[in-house]
């Protein structure tokens, strides 16, 4: 079965989202592997700790978008 459009929009918007996190995620790696190569470790462990809140984030999007391709997520 097709999507209806505001189905639609949502698994849009749900996959922009996810691509979003995951395009930070990998930004931020790359700063915290050069404050890693600065000396900074403390700053580059907390950014690495929040790559894997996005990553997750990132993870629950794309399952949503996910369910609404399959209609466990509906919309009228």
């Avoid at 505001?6 to 849009?12: G, M, Y």
């Avoid at 395009?23 to 050069?34: F, T």
């Avoid at 900074?40 to 399952?63: G, I, M, P």
Wanted: some cysteine; aromatic content about 4%; charged content about 30%.
């Amino acid at each position: 079965m097709l999507l209806n459009k505001p189905e639609h929009e949502l698994r849009s918007d749900f996959q922009n989202l996810a691509s979003d996190l995951r395009w930070s995620a990998v930004e931020l790696k790359a700063i915290a592997e050069r404050l890693r190569q600065t000396g900074n470790e403390v700053d580059a462990q907390s950014l690495l700790k929040t790559c894997q809140v996005l990553e997750t984030a990132e993870e629950r999007l794309a399952l949503y978008a996910s369910e609404v391709k399959s209609h466990r997520i509906h919309l009228e």
